[in-house]
């Protein structure tokens, strides 16, 4: 009986001891190897979470410091502009899809995160060189963006769920003011009117489609067969939308410069007074700040159920 009891007491030791402090929170060990396959279907590991890490896209750079990883991140791309510390971090270029592979080796990363705007065949020049490169798919859904930030925190040994609990508390907020509404306001979102007669749009597939839609609009845009199209100013008079969005504002289109566009004058949202600027970035960045765009949509598409 006392062998029996020995042993069984051993046995909890040492399932306690294998539940320390990160395996309880879901942190990584620092010393535990790392095996997952990325957005390429390939097959990245890591012996232990990674210390010293280069970022290739804003969204990446977003993530990394969100998940709690600021302080391994030694490189980012140089349209890594938020949060504002950012910008102290080494930049490794990115203009024009053209990177500093060199500064890359030379800043000796033990990762290298990538994004969809990162071709394959830089991933493969970097791995090439015998760098460990994780190519991190965009999401699709706000879901899948809560399975991003908690494969980048396991990559980087941090443990998001402090993080992935208040976005999901924030996104059921909106969806259950949004669900009981039988109105949707029709939107047009503008990215681009370098011509003004025929604006680049949030098409199918889109972050913009997916917010807009999940904030409790209808795009006009969705309905349209690209992802980032151009609609025609007669497209988007038929469609009358009653709401504009300004993602362009960040570029200097103002509200006046689009009621005083030739055509434009018909358009509902004209009329009524309905243009709104936006930060384009909440919308089109693949990160947590989606679900700051989420919430400025639906509360400027239905007012007075967030008041």
């Known amino acids: 009986m006392f062998r029996k ?3 069984l007491t051993l046995l909890i030791t040492l399932l306690l001891a294998g539940c320390g402090p990160d395996a309880l929170s879901g942190a990584v060990p620092a010393s535990a190897a790392i ?5 390429l279907g390939r ?3 890591l012996n232990e979470a990674a210390k010293r890490v280069v970022s290739l896209a804003p969204s990446n750079t977003e993530i990394l410091f969100a998940v709690g990883a600021r302080e391994q991140v030694i490189g980012r791309d140089e349209f890594s502009d938020y949060p504002a510390e950012a910008a102290s971090i080494e930049s490794v270029g990115g203009s024009m899809g053209e990177y500093s592979v060199e500064e890359i080796v ?3 990363p033990d990762l290298v995160l990538a994004a969809e705007i990162n071709s394959p065949e830089l991933v493969k020049q970097l791995e090439d060189l015998g760098l460990t490169v994780y190519y991190l798919a965009n999401p699709s859904t706000l879901e899948e963006l809560y399975v991003n930030l908690e494969i980048v925190a396991q990559l980087t040994g941090e443990d998001p769920t402090k993080l992935t609990d208040s976005l999901k508390a924030r996104v059921d907020a909106v969806d259950e003011k949004i669900m009981p509404l039988s109105s949707r306001p029709s939107v047009f979102y503008e990215i681009d009117a370098t011509d003004p007669s025929k604006p680049y749009t949030y098409g ?3 972050f913009g489609d997916l917010l807009i839609t999940r904030a409790g609009g209808f795009n006009i845009g969705g309905e349209l067969t690209d992802p980032y199209p151009q609609i025609s100013l007669e497209q988007i008079v038929v469609s009358n939308p009653s709401i504009i969005f300004l993602g362009d504002s960040m570029w200097g289109v103002t509200i006046e410069s689009v009621v005083a566009r030739p055509g434009w004058e ?3 949202a004209v009329k009524s007074s309905q243009i ?3 930060d384009d970035n ?3 960045r693949p990160g947590p700040r989606l679900v700051d765009g989420l919430e400025q949509l639906a509360k400027l598409l239905h007012p007075g159920v967030f008041e």
């Not at 095996?35 to 957005?39: E, F, I, W």
């Open 106 to 108: 030379a800043l000796k």
């Open 266 to 268: 018909t358009i509902e």
């Open 43 to 45: 097959s990245v590991i």
């Open 204 to 206: 199918p597939g889109t």
């Open 35 to 39: 095996t997952l396959t990325d957005g």
């Open 5 to 7: 009891t020995f042993l």
């Open 282 to 284: 909440l919308i089109s």
């Open 276 to 278: 709104f600027p936006i």
